[in-house]
């Protein structure tokens, strides 16, 4: 399971946000090897108000059998929003190589855009 956690710290910058996957046993769903990314452990920089978690989703975005993150970030370049996409290795998320889209990398007016509010299937 994948959640977003828009209004997180990140040190002392506020509403940096973050996303956090949880893994599943036979038990059910446990706490227990969750991950959390940040703009540290991704890419950019935790900026105030960038409510990375916007938005996030698992899905096999490569097409190798595994889940991987997408993650929206609403508030990045002051409401411009984005997106990033991480991902997974060996069944856990990685933030290694982790892809970063902006409004101008897909074409579109990024003013003030929102881009990340949603993402899914």
Excluded: C, H
Aim: hydrophobic share 35%; aromatic share 4%.
């Amino acid at each position: 399971m994948a959640v977003g956690v828009v209004g997180e710290s990140i040190g002392s910058v506020t509403d940096a946000g973050m996303a956090t996957v949880l893994y599943g046993t036979s038990g059910g769903l446990s706490g227990a090897g969750s991950q959390s990314f940040s703009q540290n452990e991704t890419v950019g920089t935790p900026e105030k108000d960038d409510e990375m978690g916007s938005a996030v989703t698992l899905l096999d975005f490569d097409n190798d059998g595994q889940d991987d993150l997408g993650i929206g970030v609403r508030g990045e370049n002051t409401d411009d929003g984005g997106a990033q996409a991480l991902k997974a290795a060996g069944g856990k998320i990685t933030g290694t190589g982790a892809l970063s889209f902006l409004g101008s990398d897909i074409g579109a007016n990024p003013t003030d855009a929102w881009l990340g509010i949603a993402i899914g299937d």
